[in-house]
């Protein structure tokens, strides 16, 4: 095959048909994922959907051009296997109407028959041969029948992708000079080129230029002006925030509310929702789907894309290298789980990943005598753990056993979704105090502190928590602690609130913390563990009432961070200069020779060491410069308790001994957890966890008044992420409390702020410094009880909202998967985003 050749069949349609000519569409039925529509689902029983359209997605190099017509006769194939999807769906029995485990209580044979037959026709629509056909058969030449009106386009995209993809094809090239014995091979190179919407492009940007930006003119955005994104102080170049490419066979879907884990440089996507048409102009008809959904949904779940009928279940697991851009979809084995929403996933070894939580959604279709589908949506709890062994894909189950504690002999481990969770490590280097190798120290003796409870807001307490609690004593069996070593490399798992279904269609927010610990049987080479079939869960209860505990929630922004990286080297300095001395007993005998030639290099005399300043063991300490008064100590709520364990540690002046168990350790790890929602009364308030010490501490936020002082402040966001980059605390996405009574209550932003006012958190990336929680790139104006940012609300209009996605911090990036978004002061609809969006912030705070 010639490279002009290549070149002239392969036509690429980069833009994205805005019209959205769909056929068989009601004119008076909406539009797509319209806020009116999320409304109407709550209100009414039954409702009607649209196909909710994209803001930004992939399209295939190989792509050959689809005129019209072949565009109505994929939306036509769509409407019909979407037909053929729901048809597979039956009756759901009386006897499943419970809210157990769906491994335990739903696992029937005609739950497995009904998923199998559903996922032969998901499969259909996950097919993206027509996409890549022309590329990979060098024989084949495509048919396209053009209008006149369509040549002079077609010419255009045709030069546009000439010299846009030029450099993929030489590297293509250089692929089929290789004598390959599959010809298969070669999809996997197929480049996925990132479209926006142009209704997208450079709407939201907080600074809006008059003059062109080098952006305008670009069709496949590969960067995008960063401003839309952040503040422009942190945008420090124009690039910041990109879209990338994708070398893949297939074509990653638009998910949402799906679960998405980074294990050494790979990203495991797994669940959610997908969309069932790949673009806007190949979305089917949905006038002949009534749809009863699943009512009373907490933010940031919203009906009219939990319930929408174009959004079917994903029972795929999808891989992408982190590295090299390249997206896989492994066949999976074992126990395979059920295509779960809210699901979390955590880190169990370097080879595995243990996911729990999420429920899934059951479909009953009854077609009616005028060909109307009418579907029944209800959720399913799963309250069932599953492994994956990332070298096989093999699934694994585990049941979960809630350990008793104090008077509870049988106590409950509810079904939730919507929950923290995350991974400790269990090695025994990784805390103080800790004799037995497992992370928690379950027969701790601390000493009571002296000043009591101390005050939440300045930072941790230094009260201890509980003293041979029974829920603990209980967890720590014998045959526990002789595990220990067996269970080296294996990480216990922390899981906090979230929501538990209470009725058929009514959720309770939850505050308890649990600790899963899941037991190794067998131990091989290369990572390799075999776990037991059960875990036991043991709860972590408060010490006492009065020590402060989150309030019930779900859905918050949670990260683990080390917050002794910085607040530890004063530490380090003191403790040097307390205990460093030199031994003169060590020392030679010095050498009475002198060398012949002292110009030489080597023959230089070296310094007198009987006139080095040394230190023997009783010269006591010196004196060493005060750290305790420095700011960070008065703003870091670590710092203090860090500089105080210190001295508490410091003895007479002796030589350094090597870290032992007993000493401090200086990799402090703590859960840094925000926000949430109990049901729609949206959370303002942030925690910090401390691993070690398992104690709660509530963390005031701060913002840079006007009046050249920082007063506190409250953030309220659910659905949002965290992570944390060079000292800061970033927050993604995420629903403001405004959103809320929009979305949910119907309230108009209009009727609450007089006068209008701009609500902190507004922008889609908000930035805290961890040493000051206080927030970056912003000033407030207000008090303490209705403070709001400063910026002009005429240039704002266009911020938007997302929620539904998942966020990977990898290698300084951070990767956003998925989601829905929106744009906040607009009554414009929910559009989905297909392709992956990567920001680059810098490594350290900036001096703003």
């Not at 056929?23 to 039925?29: F, H, L, M, Q, S």
């Not at 079904?415 to 004799?435: D, E, K, M, P, Y």
């Amino acid at each position: 095959m010639g490279k002009m050749e290549l070149h002239a069949h392969t036509p690429v349609n980069f833009t994205i048909d805005e019209d959205s000519h769909r056929t068989g569409v009601a004119p008076n039925e909406g539009m797509p994922g319209k806020y009116i529509s999320q409304r109407q689902s709550e209100i009414g029983n039954n409702s009607i959907f649209t196909p909710l359209s994209y803001m930004s997605n992939y399209i295939s190099v190989s792509s050959p051009l689809f005129t019209k017509d072949l565009k109505k006769r994929i939306r036509i194939e769509n409407e019909d296997l979407l037909k053929r999807y729901y048809s597979s769906k039956k009756s759901i029995s009386h006897a499943m109407y419970r809210h157990g485990s769906i491994a335990s209580d739903s696992e029937t044979s005609n739950v497995l028959n009904e998923r199998s037959r559903s996922y032969v026709w998901m499969n259909k629509f996950l097919d993206d041969s027509r996409y890549l056909a022309t590329l990979f058969e060098p024989d084949a030449t495509p048919e396209v029948h053009l209008s006149s009106e369509e040549e002079g386009e077609w010419e255009k995209r045709q030069a546009l992708r000439t010299h846009a993809a030029s450099p993929y094809f030489k590297h293509f090239q250089r692929l089929l000079a290789v004598d390959l014995r599959e010809p298969d091979v070669l999809k996997k190179h197929n480049l996925w080129i990132p479209m926006i919407k142009r209704g997208w492009r450079n709407t939201f940007s907080i600074d809006q230029e008059e003059e062109d930006s080098l952006y305008d003119g670009k069709v496949s955005p590969l960067f995008i002006d960063g401003n839309e994104y952040m503040t422009k102080d942190y945008d420090l170049y124009k690039g910041s925030t990109s879209i990338p490419s994708i070398f893949s066979e297939y074509r990653l879907p638009a998910l949402v509310h799906h679960c998405a884990v980074e294990l050494n440089g790979k990203v495991y996507i797994l669940g959610g929702l997908m969309a069932c048409h790949k673009h806007d102009d190949e979305a089917p008809s949905l006038r002949d789907f009534v749809v009863d959904g699943i009512k009373n949904l907490p933010p940031p779940l919203l009906s009219s894309v939990v319930n929408n009928p174009c959004m079917i279940n994903n029972g795929r697991l999808y891989v992408m290298s982190a590295y090299s851009n390249s997206l896989r979809r492994p066949e999976v084995s074992g126990q395979i789980p059920p295509p779960l929403l809210c699901m979390k996933g955590s880190k169990l070894t370097e080879r595995h990943i243990f996911f729990y939580g999420g429920f899934e959604i059951r479909t009953e279709t009854n077609i009616g005598e005028n060909g109307v589908f009418h579907l029944r949506k209800r959720a399913y709890m799963n309250n069932t753990g599953y492994i994956l062994d990332t070298m096989t894909f093999n699934f694994t189950r585990v049941e979960l056993t809630a350990v008793p504690y104090k008077l509870v002999s049988y106590p409950t481990l509810a079904a939730r979704f919507g929950h923290v969770q995350l991974s400790i490590s269990n090695n025994g280097n990784n805390t103080h105090n800790n004799s037995n190798g497992s992370y928690f120290n379950h027969q701790r003796h601390h000493e009571n502190d002296e000043n009591g409870d101390g005050s939440p807001a300045s930072g941790f307490e230094s009260t201890s928590s509980e003293a041979n609690s029974p829920a603990v004593s209980v967890g720590s069996t014998p045959a526990r602690l002789n595990n220990a070593l067996h269970n080296s490399g294996v990480h216990s798992i922390l899981i906090f609130g979230g929501y538990k279904q209470t009725g058929d269609d009514d959720y309770e927010a939850l505050n308890d913390l649990w600790k899963i610990d899941v037991p190794v049987l067998v131990k091989g080479k290369r990572g390799y563990y075999k776990f037991g079939s059960t875990a036991n869960a043991t709860i972590l209860p408060r010490s006492s009432p009065r020590d402060p505990w989150p309030s019930p929630r779900a859905f918050p922004a949670d990260c683990v961070t080390n917050v002794r990286d910085n607040a530890t080297k004063p530490d380090l300095l003191e403790r040097l200069q307390e205990n460093f001395f030199i031994d003169k007993s060590t020392f030679p005998a010095q050498d009475k020779s002198r060398p012949l030639f002292k110009s030489l290099p080597h023959a230089r005399s070296e310094p007198d060491r009987s006139k080095i300043l040394t230190r023997t063991k009783e010269s006591g300490t010196s004196s060493t410069s005060s750290t305790t008064g420095s700011t960070n100590a008065s703003t870091n709520p670590l710092l203090k308790q860090c500089l105080t364990s210190s001295s508490s540690h410091s003895a007479p002046t002796k030589p350094l001994q090597p870290r032992s168990k007993t000493q401090p350790n200086f990799e402090h790890k703590v859960l840094i957890m925000h926000g949430g929602s109990n049901k729609t009364d949206v959370c303002r308030d942030m925690w910090w966890y401390d691993i070690e010490t398992e104690t709660w501490s509530q963390i005031t936020t701060h913002g840079k008044h006007e009046a050249s002082k920082m007063i506190p402040i409250g953030v309220g966001l659910v659905g949002h992420s965290l992570v944390c980059v060079g000292g800061m605390a970033v927050f993604v996405g995420g629903l403001l409390q405004e959103d809320v009574d929009f979305l949910y209550h119907g309230v108009d932003y209009e009727d609450m702020r007089i006068p209008p006012q701009l609500a902190i958190g507004s922008d889609f990336i908000n930035l805290f410094d961890l040493a000051t929680q206080c927030l970056l790139g912003h000033t407030v104006i207000g008090d303490e009880t209705n403070a709001y940012l400063r910026d002009d609300l005429e240039a704002r209009l266009g911020v938007i909202l997302s929620c539904g996605f998942t966020v990977i911090q990898f290698n300084g990036d951070i990767l956003l998967f998925g989601g829905v978004v929106s744009r906040r002061f607009e009554t414009s609809g929910l559009n989905l985003r297909g392709a992956v969006l990567k920001c680059v912030l810098p490594s350290m705070k900036l001096a703003i």
